[in-house]
């Protein structure tokens, strides 16, 4: 029986405790870490390449859904949130099929949770799991901001007409507002399905477009493909680290850490070769 590699996150004590107790009974999973914050879940995710993650939502600092943000698709592991949402966001889950646990936790939800995730990580390719939640949150942000919609399309409308004072810029419609982002100030863009992740100063933005789409927004001087759903700025680059099998990892910030896979590892020799 294979069992799951398995991470658990909350900031909660009692409730890692209480996790961690009931997942023990669960032969299909084994924990490989426990975490109580967003930060040491994705730098623990990034080391171990956990099979799946136990996810909290509300954490201070770097919540659930902030973490996924800072994670390439391909190295988002099988997700199961633990949240006492209300309805409206549970219901974007049911439709993206993002598996949840509500608060308080009982064996049941757990052992359905788990059945869910096996079946998932024998069918599924890995850069399905990150898709399907960004499209859950983006959902969950347009439900939360419905009332507001026609004020903003109109904004995006007008924004549109002066498109040709903006070729420096992406416009990224959040919620109900619309964010002229610098190119500049982008560190790197990672792809999940229908959307890009665009990680700017920080801040995760979500701007539905395709990568290819994006990357023709941006200018190639500076922005270079890593990877077939990671783009890096070429300026943000402090460290390069080798990986296995002709990899790499750059070091872009503090925190974040992208893989360069082998079919794109010319693009930094070339990059290092100019130095």
């Not at 942000?141 to 903003?152: F, I, L, M, P, V």
């Not at 801040?203 to 990877?227: A, C, E, G, Q």
């Not at 990671?230 to 503090?254: A, C, D, M, R, S």
Request: charged share 30%; glycine share 4%; net charge negative.
């Amino acid at each position: 029986m294979h069992k799951l590699r398995t991470i658990i996150v909350d900031d909660e004590p009692l409730a890692l405790n209480l996790l961690r107790a009931k997942l023990n009974k669960v032969p299909e999973i084994e924990i490989i870490a426990e975490c109580k914050n967003g930060r040491e879940a994705i730098e623990k995710t990034m080391d171990l390449a956990p099979d799946l993650i136990f996810l909290d939502i509300q954490m201070p600092g770097v919540d659930g859904f902030g973490v996924i943000k800072k994670l390439q698709s391909d190295i988002v592991p099988l997700v199961i949130f633990t949240t006492a949402f209300e309805q409206y966001a549970l219901d974007a889950f049911d439709v993206h099929a993002v598996d949840y646990i509500l608060k308080p936790i009982d064996e049941e939800r757990i052992t359905r949770a788990v059945s869910r995730a096996i079946v998932r990580f024998e069918t599924e390719e890995e850069t399905e799991h990150k898709s399907r939640i960004i499209g859950a949150i983006d959902t969950i942000n347009e439900r939360e901001n419905s009332a507001s919609s026609s004020q903003s399309s109109q904004g995006q409308s007008s924004l549109g007409q002066n498109k040709g004072n903006l070729e420096h810029k992406i416009i990224i419609k959040d919620r109900d507002d619309i964010t002229l982002l610098k190119q500049a100030d982008i560190e790197w863009v990672d792809a999940a399905g229908d959307y890009c992740c665009v990680h700017a100063q920080g801040v995760t933005h979500i701007k539905r477009s395709t990568l290819k789409n994006l990357l023709d927004d941006l200018d190639p001087s500076i922005f270079k493909r890593v990877h077939r759903s990671t783009i890096v700025n070429l300026n943000y680059i402090q460290k390069v680290i080798p990986h296995t099998k002709g990899e790499y990892f750059l070091k872009l910030g503090e925190y974040d850490q992208v893989k360069v896979s082998r079919n794109y590892r010319d693009v930094i020799k070339d990059f290092l070769s100019d130095w």
